[in-house]
């Protein structure tokens, strides 16, 4: 579904997933869409601020900020919006003789909405990562992909961080992994969508 900046942002919730459009060749979020095999280019987390919503950002040659979604709407961005599942019931193990099944329930409450925002915006004025960006590339080449230093679930490096590594840093932080078993920072936008922890509301358009 598709709406109007003006009807849809005050259906956009604090830390909804922003994932922004690829653009068109030859631009930079037509290579990032193609090179992570997704339509997007570049994610986000919303945050409201009295009346007006910001996207805080990990940005290519800015760093973390916290940017108006006005001023992106101006810059006729294509914005899908993606909310967290509310509960999420997990089988889980505990040991013992004989092992025994149970089920953890998360929930993810305004106090977790408010966690995951404020490890976002606690890393501002954080540069941008271009080694990220070079490793994550090199994963895609021939022979050169067999010498990339795979990063372990789980240690993200805030002096590494791109834009979907911010989202799935905090939410791991706060609530639970995004996308278990692959690293912060080897996580793409693409990848953001393709999560079952988050599902797909509307996208904005100018």
């Not at 900020?65 to 193990?93: G, H, Q, W």
């Not at 977790?112 to 890393?123: D, F, P, R």
Request: charged letters at 25%; glycine letters at 6%.
């Amino acid at each position: 579904m598709e709406l109007s900046y003006e009807k849809g942002k005050n259906l956009i919730r604090e830390a909804d997933v922003l994932l922004f459009r690829a653009g068109d060749f030859p631009g930079v979020g037509w290579w990032i869409g193609k090179y992570t095999r997704s339509s997007y280019s570049h994610a986000g987390l919303a945050h409201w601020e009295d009346d007006t919503l910001y996207c805080v950002e990990f940005r290519e040659f800015v760093g973390s900020r916290k940017y108006p979604m006005d001023k992106y709407i101006e810059e006729k961005n294509t914005i899908d919006v993606f909310r967290s599942l509310e509960t999420i019931i997990a089988p889980c193990v505990i040991p013992g003789e004989p092992p025994k099944l149970c089920y953890k329930e998360y929930n993810f409450t305004a106090d977790k909405a408010e966690c995951v925002i404020n490890a976002a915006m606690n890393l501002i004025g954080t540069k941008y990562s271009y080694w990220t960006i070079w490793q994550m590339l090199k994963t895609y080449i021939p022979i050169v992909r067999l010498r990339t230093k795979i990063v372990k679930n789980g240690e993200a490096d805030p002096k590494k961080f791109v834009c979907s590594t911010l989202v799935t840093y905090a939410y791991r932080k706060c609530f639970v992994d995004p996308i278990p078993f692959l690293s912060d920072e080897y996580t793409a936008p693409g990848d953001l969508a393709r999560s079952g922890l988050f599902s797909y509301l509307f996208t904005i358009n100018s």
